[in-house]
């Protein structure tokens, strides 16, 4: 490669940050986002992997249950035949990428093939560990030095390499990577090497992430309070006084949903905000898509009754992904909002309102409680307003998968109703995140349902609830659906709302 080129092919070494996506720079995430492929270790969250391109290449050379990872000298190797390949490869590590994350190795191997890459910081366990569990690492009038080092030995070193009596009088903070596995030995060579045996040590596993735990001990008691805790892997240990702070600087322990595994049922689309509160809140989200918004059955009536939609008196919407889909579609059609014309508009659902809202568009009918049945009360209501249903021409924008109600009533009360249906909810059968998986084996202590589609689909899925589990409903009718199957909700939302369900959540756990 010419030095001076700077548009041939590149190779990015990215520190992803401690596993939150949020923790990742944003020239990393800017750059994920143009990967062609992405190599990838353990560590990293599957939420990475959604801002991918859908056609980047992705290879996982990190460990899986039982099989150990690829081996460096294949890892460099493979860098330098995606450089060949695609002009953006991404190479992307947890934490950052030139502490114990063999980046460096990858560099010199990337320079001796003449390809060029660069690097992206992140940040490290080392620092953002103990700081996630409240244990800043330097401290003004505390320590003014902090040592990080490795706790696993490379197979080809031999274990006294470490320098133990070096680390055991160092002063101030002391950082432990990879020290899990062997943690009691460890402790003790540092003890017989002088350590002092009461000082404040803490594991922190799963640092800067929902699934956060950890414990406070001493030196001499950790390797104890940490076997009784059921801690491992991945964790960082912290030797020194700065651990006394843990107490008070510790935030997250006291989000009201901390600690709680929650998990979230929708379709990977709708997820987001539901997700984004929960987490907000503390909570481990396990986003366990059930379902997936497809298209109709029948895209050709769709189209058609997309394209007639100007000529009603009204339109009524049973759902946001009626509104998104209807208007795509509409605007593949016709280039102006006002081509719609001027139709009344009723809506199930303050969500569905909101969507409509994007667009411009008030409701003019929309029920207090998000139900079918609700709506038709609501049009009885309001009808010497606009002089009621009858003789009315009303274009329903629904799922293959709705109730009739709306129809039927409507038809009953002599209004002419065509449907338009907009898409079809399918079981999403692929575990991509794996947490399918999660919950199967690790369990939840909340499992939420925010329509009769994720309840049926869950169900579905055959993944048993886990003893002492709780259950959430969005409404009357979701709950309605789960006592089909003989579950009875422990909560349910006063609203049809998203919002309104995370307070409930958060009432029943505090
Ligand atoms: N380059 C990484 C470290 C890689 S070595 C960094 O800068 O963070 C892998 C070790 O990092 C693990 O054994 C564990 O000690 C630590 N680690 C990484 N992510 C962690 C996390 N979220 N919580 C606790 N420890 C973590």
Request: aromatic content about 6%; overall charge negative.
């Given at each position: 490669?010419?030095?001076?080129d700077?548009?041939?092919n590149?190779?990015?070494l990215?520190?992803?940050?401690p596993?939150?996506?949020?923790?990742?720079?944003?020239r990393?995430?800017?750059?994920?986002?143009?990967?062609d492929?992405?190599?990838?270790?353990a560590?990293v969250?599957p939420?990475f992997?959604s801002?991918?391109?859908?056609d980047?290449k992705?290879?996982?050379v990190?460990k899986?249950?039982?099989?150990?990872?690829?081996?460096?000298?294949?890892?460099?190797?493979?860098l330098?035949e995606?450089?060949?390949?695609?002009?953006?490869?991404v190479?992307l590590k947890?934490?950052?990428?030139y502490?114990?994350?063999?980046?460096g190795?990858e560099?010199?191997?990337?320079?001796?093939?003449?390809?060029r890459?660069?690097?992206?910081?992140?940040i490290?366990?080392?620092?953002?560990?103990?700081?996630a569990?409240?244990i800043?690492?330097?401290h003004?009038?505390?320590?003014?030095q902090?040592t990080?080092?490795?706790g696993?030995?490379?197979?080809?070193?031999?274990?006294?390499?470490?320098d133990?009596?070096g680390?055991?009088?160092?002063?101030g903070t002391k950082?432990?990577?990879?020290g899990?596995?062997?943690?009691?030995?460890?402790?003790?060579?540092?003890?017989?090497?002088?350590?002092?045996?009461?000082?404040?040590?803490?594991?922190?596993?799963?640092?800067a992430t929902?699934?956060?735990?950890?414990v406070?001990?001493t030196?001499?008691?950790l390797?104890d309070a940490?076997e009784?805790?059921g801690?491992?892997?991945?964790?960082?240990?912290?030797?020194?006084?700065?651990?006394?702070?843990?107490d008070?600087?510790n935030w997250?322990?006291k989000?009201?949903?901390?600690?709680?595994?929650i998990?979230v049922t929708?379709?990977?689309e709708?997820?987001?905000?539901?997700?984004?509160?929960?987490a907000?809140l503390g909570?481990?989200?396990l986003?366990?898509?059930?379902?997936?918004i497809a298209?109709?059955?029948d895209?050709r009536?769709?189209a058609?009754?997309?394209?007639?939609?100007?000529?009603?008196d009204w339109l009524?919407f049973s759902?946001?992904?009626?509104?998104k889909?209807f208007?795509?579609?509409f605007?593949?059609?016709?280039e102006?909002i006002?081509?719609l014309?001027?139709?009344?508009?009723?809506?199930?659902?303050?969500g569905?309102a909101?969507?409509?809202k994007k667009?411009?568009?008030m409701?003019d009918?929309m029920?207090k409680?998000?139900?079918?049945e609700?709506?038709?009360?609501?049009f009885?209501?309001?009808?010497d307003?606009?002089?009621?249903?009858?003789?009315?021409t009303?274009?329903w924008?629904?799922?293959?998968?709705?109730?009739?109600v709306?129809?039927d009533e409507l038809?009953?009360?002599h209004?002419?109703?065509?449907?338009?249906?907009?898409?079809?909810?399918?079981?999403?059968t692929?575990?991509?995140?794996g947490?399918?998986?999660r919950?199967r084996?690790?369990?939840?202590?909340?499992i939420?349902?925010?329509s009769?589609?994720?309840v049926?689909?869950?169900m579905?899925?055959?993944?048993?609830v886990?003893?002492g589990?709780?259950?959430?409903s969005?409404g009357?009718?979701?709950?309605?659906?789960l006592?089909?199957?003989g579950?009875?909700?422990d909560?349910?939302?006063?609203?049809?709302?998203?919002?309104?369900?995370?307070?409930?959540?958060?009432?029943?756990?505090?």
């Amino acid at each position: 490669m010419n030095q001076n080129d700077y548009n041939g092919n590149c190779v990015y070494l990215i520190g992803a940050g401690p596993g939150e996506p949020g923790l990742m720079t944003l020239r990393g995430k800017e750059l994920l986002e143009q990967a062609d492929c992405l190599v990838y270790d353990a560590l990293v969250s599957p939420t990475f992997l959604s801002w991918l391109k859908p056609d980047c290449k992705k290879i996982y050379v990190g460990k899986r249950a039982g099989n150990h990872a690829m081996p460096q000298e294949e890892i460099n190797r493979l860098l330098v035949e995606c450089a060949g390949k695609y002009a953006c490869t991404v190479r992307l590590k947890g934490g950052d990428p030139y502490v114990f994350g063999r980046g460096g190795e990858e560099g010199l191997a990337l320079n001796k093939a003449h390809v060029r890459f660069e690097v992206v910081p992140g940040i490290s366990s080392a620092i953002a560990g103990p700081g996630a569990a409240g244990i800043p690492v330097t401290h003004r009038g505390i320590c003014t030095q902090f040592t990080v080092f490795t706790g696993h030995e490379g197979a080809d070193k031999a274990a006294s390499e470490l320098d133990i009596e070096g680390i055991a009088a160092a002063r101030g903070t002391k950082v432990m990577l990879m020290g899990m596995s062997r943690l009691r030995e460890t402790l003790a060579a540092l003890m017989r090497a002088g350590q002092c045996g009461a000082a404040p040590a803490a594991v922190v596993q799963w640092a800067a992430t929902a699934r956060q735990h950890q414990v406070c001990a001493t030196v001499e008691t950790l390797a104890d309070a940490v076997e009784s805790a059921g801690l491992a892997a991945p964790a960082v240990v912290v030797i020194g006084e700065v651990v006394n702070l843990a107490d008070s600087l510790n935030w997250r322990k006291k989000l009201p949903l901390a600690g709680k595994r929650i998990v979230v049922t929708r379709t990977r689309e709708q997820a987001g905000e539901f997700s984004r509160r929960l987490a907000a809140l503390g909570a481990d989200v396990l986003e366990l898509p059930t379902i997936r918004i497809a298209p109709p059955s029948d895209k050709r009536d769709f189209a058609e009754s997309v394209v007639d939609s100007p000529h009603y008196d009204w339109l009524i919407f049973s759902s946001p992904n009626g509104v998104k889909r209807f208007f795509q579609a509409f605007f593949a059609v016709y280039e102006d909002i006002r081509e719609l014309g001027g139709a009344r508009l009723a809506a199930i659902g303050s969500g569905t309102a909101a969507e409509l809202k994007k667009y411009g568009l008030m409701v003019d009918v929309m029920p207090k409680k998000a139900v079918a049945e609700e709506l038709i009360a609501e049009f009885d209501r309001k009808a010497d307003e606009f002089g009621g249903v009858a003789h009315c021409t009303m274009l329903w924008v629904h799922s293959e998968q709705s109730r009739r109600v709306i129809h039927d009533e409507l038809m009953k009360r002599h209004a002419i109703v065509d449907e338009c249906i907009a898409y079809s909810i399918v079981p999403e059968t692929e575990d991509i995140s794996g947490n399918a998986e999660r919950l199967r084996s690790e369990g939840a202590d909340l499992i939420t349902f925010t329509s009769s589609g994720t309840v049926r689909h869950f169900m579905d899925l055959q993944i048993p609830v886990p003893p002492g589990c709780r259950i959430a409903s969005i409404g009357p009718i979701t709950s309605a659906t789960l006592g089909e199957y003989g579950l009875t909700p422990d909560i349910e939302s006063a609203e049809y709302t998203i919002p309104s369900l995370v307070e409930a959540i958060v009432k029943r756990f505090s």
